[in-house]
């Protein structure tokens, strides 16, 4: 499995809770094992904390021998395998106590490179599940990356999806069991529908699924046809989902319905809610700022949910504590406390916020603000940091989003701006090399070297999504845009310019590792389209 990336949308300052790090998206380091060291491997299955170590010499053998085997494939160096390490050894250690088909196992895809390259590793770490020594239909890992989720995942695999209801006592005590579970209720479990619902519970490890077929529970709840049921201890209690007897199941758009009113209709952001908000993957997220210790403000919640059952599924309501856990995101928003009470949305795939210039807080004023940015009648509110004084005296102009645009767009210079992020490791290491070409080209007339924190600035129609990330500017109309993927060096850099925003043709150069001040990035957390990737 990759890292996100993808692997949560308007945080930024969040490193905490919500915003962890991001499992995978290191570069691969490859290394070479020796004839010799090859030859000492044998196809037995030796063990290290309880997880099967696996070479090409016994990766077979594991597959014939064990039914249902999710392998990780790591690199000694990752700070996330080394971070996975501890939990996935618990989960071994957890499925062998219960008996279950399942094992884990792990590749160091940097010595098996065969084996790696076989199954397409490009990343760390990468989990992948074979099931009946299948070895080339591998199934890629979705869980989360901790003890809990791996044991769940596999659960799920390993035995029935499904609990079999058989009658109204089991069926009353398996919904009163969990605060929320599902209940697909099928006249024949073996059609099309009833596959699809076992594949849409094979990935939600973290509710229960239930099926039913008997007709006194058709009857019990007052069904007649196919039907998939959401019981919830909150909200309305109960969303029936029916099957289209010419449609069927599909299991994509059910997954996501279920997701959906999975949450209550407005969630609090706390740190027990984080995870299931940015989850869900709805699109667009309805943020009510307010400080909770004024009655006044708390009061506008009536107001805020009022509003919400219209577009559940499509924008997901979030209250906002700015004395609370909601602290951490405000910088994000250009926020402090006392800017609540207030409220702003967010569309996820872009991270585009947008203010609501509201003199009410009725369900009528949020609707309509609502749809209007659905229908694309209201512009993205987008920050900008206050440029310094001197800014465009130094050899390298410091950008922010209100001067942005006249610079980088000038038809009579060359632009080469560094978007980066304060944090960013990878920034810092070539910091001194991007002040060095300032000092190189602040006399030509033509060339701009800028910099711009991407972190306190955003432009409309540019979203960063990785750090650093380096764009050249060409003069003349167009509005044209180049993207630098060389090495970050003085010389790779005046090479680029010189050549008009190109690198001349090279041999290709050896493999670095990611501690190397090559391409690599570090990518934005989740959700906030400019994020780190680092532990």
């Not at 939990?87 to 399942?102: G, Q, W």
């Not at 410091?398 to 038809?411: K, N, P, Y």
């Not at 970050?488 to 010189?498: A, V």
Request: proline share 5%; charged share 25%; aromatic share 10%.
């Amino acid at each position: 499995m990759r890292g996100c990336g993808a692997r949560l949308v308007w945080l930024l300052g969040l490193g905490l809770a919500w915003l962890g790090p991001v499992l995978g998206g290191e570069e691969k380091d490859v290394e070479v094992v020796t004839e010799e060291e090859a030859e000492m491997l044998s196809d037995e299955l030796g063990e290290e904390d309880g997880v099967l170590v696996l070479h090409e010499h016994n990766f077979a053998r594991a597959l014939s021998e064990h039914r249902l085997l999710l392998v990780e494939f790591y690199a000694p160096w990752c700070g996330h395998c080394q971070q996975l390490a501890p939990a996935y050894a618990e989960a071994a250690a957890v499925l062998r106590n219960e008996s279950s088909p399942a094992r884990l196992g792990k590749v160091d895809a940097t010595a098996q490179t065969a084996l790696a390259n076989e199954f397409g590793i490009t990343s760390y770490p990468t989990l992948k599940l074979f099931r009946d020594g299948n070895r080339t239909h591998p199934i890629d890992y979705t869980g989360h990356m901790d003890m809990k989720g791996i044991v769940r995942w596999m659960q799920r695999r390993a035995g029935p999806s499904a609990t079999l209801l058989q009658d109204t006592d089991t069926a009353s005590t398996f919904i009163s069991s969990q605060d929320l579970v599902v209940i697909g209720f099928f006249k024949d479990l073996g059609g099309e529908a009833a596959r699809a619902f076992y594949e849409v519970a094979m990935e939600m490890v973290d509710v229960p699924f239930g099926v039913a077929e008997a007709t006194e529970l058709f009857q019990a709840y007052g069904l007649s046809a196919d039907t998939v049921c959401l019981f919830k201890k909150f909200d309305e209690g109960r969303t029936d989902f029916p099957v289209d007897p010419a449609q069927g199941l599909d299991v994509a758009e059910l997954t996501q319905l279920l997701r959906a009113h999975s949450l209550e209709l407005v969630m609090e952001f706390t740190s027990e809610t984080s995870d299931q908000i940015f989850s869900a993957k709805i699109p667009h997220h309805m943020l009510l700022f307010l400080n909770k210790s004024s009655s006044a403000q708390l009061a506008l919640r009536d107001g805020f949910r009022a509003a919400a059952g219209a577009f559940r599924g499509e924008v997901l309501f979030v209250v906002v504590d700015v004395d609370g856990y909601g602290a951490n995101v405000l910088t994000f928003f250009g926020m402090t406390p006392a800017d609540a009470p207030t409220l702003r949305l967010v569309k996820m795939k872009n991270n585009r916020k947008y203010r609501m210039e509201q003199d009410s807080f009725s369900d009528t004023a949020i609707s309509t603000f609502i749809q209007a940015v659905l229908d694309g009648k209201v512009k993205p509110h987008l920050l900008s940091a206050v440029p310094p004084e001197d800014w465009d005296t130094r050899a390298v102009k410091v950008l922010v989003g209100q001067t942005f645009e006249q610079v980088a767009f000038d038809e009579t210079k060359n632009v080469f701006v560094k978007f980066y992020a304060p944090w960013c490791s990878h920034c810092q290491a070539m910091a001194a090399a991007w002040e060095e070409l300032g000092e190189r080209y602040k006399d030509h007339e033509d060339i701009v070297i800028a910099e711009l924190d991407a972190t306190a600035n955003e432009m409309e129609n540019i979203t960063i999504t990785g750090f650093p990330t380096l764009s050249y500017f060409p003069a003349g109309p167009g509005r044209k845009m180049v993207e630098f993927k060389g090495s970050r060096d003085l010389e790779t850099f005046s090479k680029f310019l010189e050549n008009g925003g190109m690198l001349p043709e090279e041999p290709p150069a050896v493999p670095k590792t990611p501690e190397d001040s090559t391409g690599t990035k570090e990518q934005s957390p989740p959700g906030t389209g400019v994020s780190r990737d680092e532990l």
